[in-house]
């Protein structure tokens, strides 16, 4: 039995560059699901650069405990079972490793951390199109992909990347996220479109998925994923925490009409012709 097996759903959010705060989406998006009464997991599967331990404001030098000298007990943070590369290697370590290496570290993290009963399991995807996600999508059963950009060009363009290949090893894409969509100013309230904007609504019609979220370019939030309080977490009745629960209702929704479609029966008409 694996430990993926307690998991309903397993869903990872990827982007074709970094720098469109990705991770910082991940870690969100798990809290504002956990806030929905779910049970959730948050996996670090960037080897090279994880985030989650910052992110999360799991002290420097904490580390998984350890059963039978293989399985890892995930740590808690903010109410979500948490695991990543930064939790067994020194900040300062650089993983100068090559692909096969960097597969097993990831499979093993994934596989041998004694997940709990989860609704569902957030996968923080490295930046591009890899090794690693091309692993995940051939040995794990995903529920889904969401993608996130910003509304500059160079990140959509990546992003397209992102999308074809998902479609191409058949996981489910459950939508775009638009980062930094809008910038609203703190003293006077005017709203500005600073990366541009339209991009991801056009990305979205282009390859028939949806903009499932649209994040603000906050300040607020910068600073609480720096201390290691995300925004929905540190300040549940912020705006910027309300568009993340509301990528989260989203989230939900596109997850059931994926799993009502699958088990739908086909319907049989008879007619006179």
């Known amino acids: 039995m694996s430990n ?24 969100n998006l798990a809290i504002a699901l956990s806030r929905m009464n779910l049970k959730v997991g948050l996996l670090d599967a960037d080897i ?26 995930p740590i808690k943070a903010h109410g979500i079972e948490c695991n990543s590369m930064g939790f067994l290697v020194d900040a300062q370590t ?13 499979n093993q993290i994934m596989n041998d951390t004694e997940w709990s009963a989860l609704d569902f399991l957030i996968i923080d995807m490295p930046p591009g199109t890899g090794d ?41 894409l459950l939508g775009v996220v638009e ?21 991801g609504l056009k990305l979205a019609k282009d390859y028939e998925v949806e903009v499932i979220g649209r994040l603000p370019l906050d300040l607020t939030i910068r600073e609480q994923t720096d201390s290691g309080f995300p925004v929905v977490a540190s300040s549940p009745e912020s705006a910027a925490a309300a568009a993340y629960l509301s990528l989260a209702g989203r989230v939900l929704e596109q997850v059931g009409a994926l799993a009502e479609s699958a088990t739908a029966t086909p319907t049989i008409t008879i007619t006179d012709d």
């Open 132 to 172: 690693i996600q091309l692993s995940l999508a051939q040995s794990t059963r995903l529920s889904g992909a969401v993608i996130v950009t910003t509304p500059q060009d160079i990140a959509l363009a990546d992003a397209v990347k992102g999308i074809e290949m998902f479609k191409k090893v058949g996981v489910p």
């Open 179 to 199: 980062n930094m969509s809008m910038h609203v100013c703190t003293n006077c309230g005017h709203k500005e479109a600073i990366f541009g904007e339209g991009g």
């Open 48 to 73: 090279y650069g994880p985030s989650v331990p910052i992110l999360m404001g799991v002290a420097a030098g904490t580390r998984p405990e350890i059963k039978n000298k293989k399985i890892m007990v």
């Open 94 to 106: 650089a993983m100068v490793w090559r692909a096969p290496m960097i597969l097993s570290a990831f």
């Open 4 to 27: 993926l097996d307690n998991v309903k759903h397993v869903i990872c959010v990827a982007s074709g560059k970094g720098g469109v705060g990705k991770s910082t989406t991940a870690a």
